[in-house]
């Protein structure tokens, strides 16, 4: 999807040319603190604070698939 393609931080986009497939633990990580989970990536959010909304984001992007 082009739209998502546009939203990848490189940070990201670099990691999946590696051919990394992400886990639901990754991806909770991620939306939690994603400066964390990938040091240097210059993404603005900086995460959801609430587990509760974590799960519920992750479970959503599952929905994606």
């Known amino acids: 999807d082009a739209g ?7 940070a990201l986009a ?5 051919g990394h497939v992400w886990t639901k633990e990754e ?3 991620w939306v939690a603190d994603p400066k964390a989970l990938i040091p240097g990536n210059k993404m603005v959010f ?4 609430k587990p509760d909304d974590v799960a519920n984001l992750v479970a959503y992007l599952e929905t994606l698939k």
């Open 4 to 10: 998502w393609a546009v939203a990848v931080p490189d």
């Open 46 to 49: 900086v995460g959801l604070k």
């Open 27 to 29: 991806l909770a990580l």
């Open 14 to 18: 670099a990691k999946g040319a590696e």
